[in-house]
DNA sequence: AGATCCATGTAACTAGTTACATGATTCC
DNA sequence: GGAATCATGTAACTAGTTACATGGATCT
């Protein structure tokens, strides 16, 4: 038993968020939403704490600046030691992670329900393939053609590539449900 | 505010195999780890509570049987009223999840890194696609050919469709890390 | 005799969600 | 004047993890 008290992976994503731009905590919270909600998310509740414990290890420090609050506006900036920390995490040997994915939970389930219904779930699940893929070229069109994309340094190489395999595992599923639609189709009743 | 307390998904997948199969917590926790692990994971310390409350609820009953622990050995089964609130809840129109791709964040954060670790990382990455891609391949293999796999209201279909999407998803997701390695090597330095 | 599996539970903790609370500024 | 946005926090809750606890049966 440990009594560690180690940076978890909100932390991370803050430090990571930060490590791009400094910005307050309510920006962060704006920032988790699009583009980083698409693979780690968090809410203001859970980010205000946080950015104190970040603080206490001195992995981040905060300004104060003019802002509209009721209580002093804070920007936050990635310290040297905050940004060593992320480095070391991001090649860290870590193990596998719990996987929860619902979708496939209720797909696993669709034996249960009848062919109509069947039809209706994988439409349901198809069509939030299509709109995150979407919003994933989207995203990459801002960035073509950005000499800085190519900079294996530059944050936006890194966006880059996680937008890449976005694009590549939605049409993946795309065609998976297209796949499941034929099966479901074809299957004799 | 509601005080609703209601299913929630670990309950969900717990009626699921519970629908596919009667056991005692300790088989759905053995269950858990594979292959329904490969989607949904639960500890066997969150798996008896959440037993007793869905027998509160009249979805699942329990029959003492013989068995080696210390307590009596419970095996339980889905009630028709389980199996009525498992199949609204895969036909349920649902809102997004939110999002924790542990992988994604940190080759979100490679840029801070350089080129060597960025390649191992990619190459970590890599490997993990690869070992699940082989375990779905095995399990699909165990299937082919079996007749109930065609009949889509048997509960092999759903494995079947679903194990399929893992393979189709991590083939793309081994495509993306070639294409990451590929455009690491030829960045300018 | 010791390890592993079967089997069920609780306690203490961390992580994440939802709701409450406050108040200035800007846009319509 | 009202809604949206900026801005920071706390409280109460649910979900999930790690550790503690117990003990029979089977395998080596």
């Not at 062919?115 to 070229?137: F, I, K, N, P, S």
Request: glycine share 6%; hydrophobic share 40%.
């Amino acid at each position: 038993m440990q009594r560690e008290e180690s940076t978890g992976s909100l932390g991370f994503a803050l430090l990571g968020l930060l490590a791009r731009k400094p910005s307050t905590g309510y920006e962060l919270a704006r920032r988790m939403e699009r583009p980083v909600g698409y693979f780690w998310s968090a809410n203001h509740s859970q980010i205000y704490p946080e950015l104190a414990r970040l603080e206490d290890r001195g992995f981040v420090r905060h300004t104060v600046i003019e802002g509209a609050g009721p209580r002093p506006t804070k920007r936050y900036a990635v310290s040297a030691r905050g940004r060593k920390a992320l480095r070391e995490w991001v090649v860290a040997e870590l193990e596998p992670q719990p996987v929860r994915d619902l979708e496939t939970l209720r797909l696993w389930n669709i034996w249960l329900v009848d062919r109509q219904a069947a039809l209706d779930l994988v439409a349901q699940v198809r069509r939030g393939h299509e709109d995150r893929l979407t919003a994933y070229e989207q995203e990459l069109a801002d960035l073509e053609g950005d000499p800085e994309a190519v900079d294996p340094t530059h944050p936006k190489f890194a966006s880059v590539l996680t937008l890449e395999g976005g694009v590549l595992t939605r049409r993946a599923a795309l065609e998976w449900c297209d796949r499941m639609r034929q099966r479901l189709e074809s299957a004799p009743r």
